[in-house]
């Protein structure tokens, strides 16, 4: 795919994966050993973000958010899911508590904070679109935060104009709901000046994360050459690899970074680096 992009500086670039804690990354990723409490540690030396899926299910304890912080280098960055009591219980009703303490809670990372998504439920349609709205007055101004919707009726020029309003990103994924002849036109019209994207793969029937086990290089192939477009109209980047993309995402997110003509850290030496925090 041959792309012309604008004639203006790049933003930056973080890729990582959707989650760190998979003891079937020990081998493979991992250095043999390497025990549960190093994951993260471990895991910061090949990357500079993750997606946190913890804290979608629940807001964690503040000794936990600062654990985190303490076990990653000063420039890494932790984009966390918004609670599903938000998005998928409360469904943006009378959440405004709930979403105040969460953010507390998001806080305790720091400058490490990265954005927030919000991730909507297969359910929810533009039925609940005052909902929604509603909802977007309150995030506060000073946190980013990145919307995903699983309908296709919610990808156009309507939504767009709202999520602008809000400096909310519309994240772009390899779901269906976002088809690939859109993906160009969505990336010239950001509406944030920074952009989210998730590889989530179509088989979650996928339980074995310690290789690859299907070929993604027709679709890792189209996203390097969509990813430099992108860089042109936004600030910076965050990329995140679910394990279900192909079976182990840190070799997925390498891959790409390959493609991108990126430097990337070969597993084979991620055991013999030295920590410097």
Request: proline residues 6%; contains cysteine.
């Amino acid at each position: 795919m041959q792309i012309d992009t604008p004639a203006h500086s790049r933003g930056q670039l973080r890729l990582g994966a959707q989650g760190w804690n998979y003891a079937a990354w020990v081998g493979p990723f991992y250095p043999h050993g390497t025990r549960a409490p190093d994951y993260l540690r471990t895991y910061a030396r090949a990357f500079d973000t993750v997606e946190v899926d913890s804290t979608f299910y629940a807001i964690p304890p503040a000794s936990t958010v600062r654990g985190w912080a303490s076990r990653t280098p000063a420039s890494f960055k932790f984009s966390l899911k918004m609670p599903q009591e938000i998005t998928h219980e409360r469904r943006f009703v009378d959440a405004v508590d709930l979403l105040s303490a969460f953010i507390d809670r998001a806080r305790e990372l720091g400058e490490k904070l990265g954005p927030i998504l919000i991730q909507c439920g297969p359910d929810f349609s533009l039925l609940e679109r005052s909902a929604l709205e509603a909802f977007l007055t309150e995030l506060p101004r000073d946190v980013r935060f990145a919307i995903e919707f699983r309908q296709r009726a919610w990808i156009g020029q309507e939504t767009l104009t709202l999520l602008r309003e809000h400096g909310v990103a519309l994240a772009l994924s390899d779901g269906r709901w976002i088809p690939r002849a859109w993906l160009l036109k969505l990336c010239e019209q950001p509406t944030a000046d920074f952009a989210y994207l998730r590889w989530m793969g179509p088989d979650r029937q996928i339980t074995d994360y310690s290789h690859l086990q299907i070929d993604r290089s027709a679709e890792l192939d189209a996203w390097a050459a969509i990813i430099p477009l992108l860089q042109t109209y936004v600030r910076e980047i965050y990329g995140y690899v679910n394990n279900h993309f192909a079976g182990r995402s840190p070799e997925s997110v390498r891959m790409l970074q390959h493609r991108l003509g990126l430097s990337s850290v070969n597993p084979r030496t991620i055991g013999e680096q030295v920590t410097l925090f």
